[in-house]
Nanobody
Framework: VQLQASGGGLVQAGGSLRLSCACSESIFSINMGWYRQTPGKQRELVAAIGRGGNTNYADSVKGRFTISRDNAKNTIYLQMNSLKLEDTGVYYC?????????WGQGTQVTVSS
C-alpha cells in the first residue's frame, strides 16, 4: 500500500491550502487521517475521517480545517483555511489505525507572516 500526499507549500498567514492524499489501494470502509509533525514535537493528529464519514479534529484546527474523502478515487483531502504560523509542519496521511496502518511520505506546509 502506498500513499502519496501532495498540495503542501509556502503560504502567508490567513491563506489557504488544500492537501490531497492518494492511496494505491481502496480506502473504502477504512479510517483515514491527517497528522502533522514539527521539529522537536511528536506527530499529532490533525483530522480524521471514519468509514461512515464522521470526522474528528484537533482543537487547534476546528473551524478552519475540513477533512473529506472520495472513496471512488481512493483519496482524502484536507482543506486548510485561515492558516496560522503554528500550522507549519510536515503533514502526513495515514490509512487505517493500529498495526495495520500505512503512512504517506509527508508534504511540507510552511506558513509565513
Amino acid at each position: 500500500v502506498q500513499l502519496q500526499a501532495s498540495g503542501g507549500g509556502l503560504v502567508q498567514a490567513g491563506g489557504s491550502l488544500r492537501l490531497s492524499c492518494a492511496c494505491s489501494e481502496s480506502i473504502f470502509s477504512i479510517n483515514m487521517g491527517w497528522y502533522r509533525q514539527t521539529p522537536g514535537k511528536q506527530r499529532e493528529l490533525v483530522a480524521a475521517i471514519g468509514r461512515g464519514g464522521n470526522t474528528n479534529y484537533a482543537d487547534s484546527v476546528k473551524g478552519r480545517f475540513t477533512i473529506s474523502r472520495d472513496n471512488a478515487k481512493n483519496t482524502i483531502y484536507l482543506q486548510m483555511n485561515s492558516l496560522k504560523l503554528e500550522d507549519t509542519g510536515v503533514y502526513y496521511c495515514r490509512r487505517g489505525v493500529g498495526p495495520s496502518d500505512y503512512w504517506g511520505q509527508g508534504t511540507q506546509v510552511t506558513v509565513s507572516s
